[in-house]
């Protein structure tokens, strides 16, 4: 004889997964020249403290997506050096697994010399796991992987350099 206790009963369970939860590493760097320009009140847009505005909002508006936030400042330093104290720190933590995110204001503040973003992002960062956001170009690298790729990356770091390749 068939039971008819549970028949068209069908038990639901949610899904076991569990979110991935970021280390985020937001990075922020001031040249000297836009110094310069904040100094005279030409343009304070990349100061290091609208830097950090912008990357603490995105970090407060976004806070279940990480578990932690480290910031780097490299202030007063060209873009086109990859030798920069925080910069370099930075790399390190990555290399640790301390951070496995990385959140820009922009693609010119993480690096001024396209071959060197490039190579960061595509490989390094990939290879690790790495996610890298760049808010004001909307790439990031784990929620839209092709925007790592797009044209506008080599182009704003293109044009960005040809702005920048002659200030310290």
């Not at 001031?30 to 603490?56: A, F, P, T, W």
């Not at 086109?80 to 104290?85: F, H, K, Q, W």
Request: hydrophobic letters at 35%.
């Amino acid at each position: 004889m068939a039971r008819t206790k549970n028949r068209g009963y069908q038990q639901i369970l949610p899904p076991t997964y569990t979110a991935r939860l970021w280390k985020m590493g937001g990075y922020i760097r001031l040249s000297r020249e836009d110094l310069q320009k904040i100094n005279r009140e030409l343009d304070d847009s990349n100061s290091v403290k609208n830097q950090r505005d912008i990357l603490n909002d995105f970090h407060h508006n976004h806070m279940d997506e990480f578990e932690s936030y480290t910031e780097y400042v490299d202030d007063g330093h060209t873009g086109t050096d990859t030798e920069r104290e925080s910069f370099q720190r930075l790399l390190g933590d990555v290399m640790s697994g301390k951070i496995n995110c990385v959140v820009v204001k922009d693609l010119s503040r993480f690096a001024r010399n396209y071959s060197d973003a490039g190579s960061l992002i595509d490989n390094l960062f990939v290879q690790m796991g790495v996610r890298f956001i760049s808010l004001a170009e909307d790439v990031d690298s784990y929620l839209n992987p092709d925007s790592v790729n797009s044209i506008i990356v080599p182009i704003t770091n293109v044009m960005k350099a040809s702005d920048g390749c002659v200030s310290p």
